[in-house]
């Protein structure tokens, strides 16, 4: 069991888990719900692990009970979800669909009836493909199609719903989706990936605003992908090798909302979002959340490389460098935790700062009905701890949720990967709590109670 130092205990401090609406809710066409962009790209052959899909998912849709069922009897107090796009306006834009308000009215109230506090993501990746096929996120329109929907949203659920996100991390969906394709809606190059930028930091503020606007008591973030960043070397090249992949991966969406600008001084290719500029952008990209989602996972470790066209860097991946890795390839190093805290606080001096998703994925296997997945636990153990080892520092950190509850459709890479405190048989969809779940309800209700104290 986790022990916490004297003094360390804060009772503010959110605990929570993180899912995402594509991921585990199934159901792409039920009760009138439309086509998101992932609904049409996992379903194209070839472009997920296996073929997979996510029509049926978690079927969280129908087992939503049953899952909040399981984070009551965890004792876990925050839950945060996202809102499917096309399930409330399967359109993007127009007739709102009842049944799909209903649906969240349904999740919502559950929420609070068990003392469970409900955190709405507004656009988790599901972009409606009716919106795709005007040009989506490269379409300066989407400003008011994203207006439109996160007036409808924030009108409808701000009388039982305080906590807010507008974006989950703009630079996975922009440069997987828009710049290498690997992502819905499977497109490429830059002139796609910049405009696709600029419209996304456009409306990360906007919503904010709008949310501000309707919604006087409301808690409003964003939250944003950030790895631990490092040179090979203490070579020139290297060195600034990985300043220009800090500015991609780290700084590109925080920065304009903090009034700073798009770093181009440190990465030139960001250029091209100048001519996607138009008066009063400058200003329209600047908006003041209440706290900021980090969602760190890795780190990584740079060298300089001709190759690489705009960015001419390189990862030196983890098994070259013979670390441990998770099934994802990804480094465990929970410093990097630490790191990204303190680095992002004497940055910016973030006035709050909410760790909105971290996890990992290891291969697990039930044994007995049960599984022990002494990995995870160590993996989520650490990074916890590197937590608050900035909070003690002065980090005004003030939230920690784990990615993710149950074991879900992992984009790309299908249901390879498992992130879950919560295996899912995807045939059977019988849910086990794992050992990691029971371990991090344990270490919850351990702070929760010294706190109250």
Wanted: proline residues 4%; hydrophobic residues 35%; aromatic residues 14%.
């Amino acid at each position: 069991m986790t022990e916490f130092s004297a003094g360390e205990y804060d009772p503010d401090f959110k605990w929570g888990v993180s899912t995402a609406a594509y991921q585990t809710e199934g159901s792409i066409q039920e009760d009138g719900k439309g086509l998101s962009i992932w609904d049409e790209f996992s379903n194209r052959p070839g472009k997920i692990y296996n073929n997979h899909n996510a029509n049926q998912a978690c079927d969280f849709y129908h087992r939503y009970p049953e899952d909040l069922s399981i984070i009551q009897q965890l004792g876990i107090p925050n839950f945060r979800f996202s809102i499917a796009w096309s399930r409330v306006l399967p359109q993007g834009v127009g007739a709102p669909n009842r049944a799909g308000l209903d649906f969240y009215d349904r999740l919502v109230d559950s929420c609070l009836e068990q003392n469970i506090e409900p955190w709405i993501t507004l656009y988790h990746w599901d972009l409606p493909v009716a919106l795709h096929r005007r040009g989506g996120w490269t379409n300066r329109d989407i400003l008011n199609w994203f207006t439109e929907y996160v007036e409808l949203v924030v009108n409808h659920f701000k009388d039982r719903v305080t906590q807010w996100m507008v974006l989950n991390e703009p630079m996975v969906f922009t440069g997987a989706g828009y710049f290498l394709g690997i992502h819905a809606p499977g497109k490429r190059g830059m002139k796609n990936f910049s405009s696709a930028v600029h419209h996304a930091t456009l409306c990360q503020a906007e919503g904010g605003r709008i949310i501000r606007d309707l919604h006087s008591s409301a808690h409003i973030g964003t939250t944003f992908s950030c790895s631990l960043v490092e040179p090979a070397s203490a070579n020139e090249r290297d060195v600034r090798a990985a300043q220009r992949v800090d500015a991609l991966l780290n700084r590109l969406f925080i920065e304009p909302a903090l009034g700073r600008g798009y770093p181009i001084n440190q990465l030139p290719a960001l250029a091209r979002l100048e001519k996607h500029m138009r008066p009063g952008d400058e200003q329209r990209l600047k908006f003041d959340f209440d706290f900021i989602g980090l969602q760190c996972y890795t780190r990584e470790v740079i060298r300089y490389s001709w190759s690489m066209p705009y960015i001419f860097a390189r990862q030196i991946s983890p098994q070259k460098r013979a670390v441990p890795t998770t099934l994802m390839g990804w480094e465990v190093y929970a410093d990097s935790m630490y790191h990204i805290l303190t680095n992002f606080y004497r940055r910016y001096r973030l006035k709050k700062i909410i760790i909105t998703e971290n996890g990992a994925a290891f291969a697990d296997s039930v044994k007995e009905g049960k599984i022990d997945d002494y990995e995870r636990e160590r993996y989520l153990s650490s990074h916890i701890h590197a937590c608050l080892r900035a909070k003690r520092e002065g980090v005004p950190l003030s939230g920690y949720f784990v990615w993710t509850l149950t074991d879900n459709f992992e984009w790309a890479e299908g249901y390879r990967p498992t992130f879950g405190l919560v295996h899912v048989n995807f045939q059977t969809q019988e849910r086990i709590i794992k050992r990691s779940g029971q371990w991090y309800a344990n270490l919850v209700q351990q702070y929760l109670s010294q706190s109250q104290k």
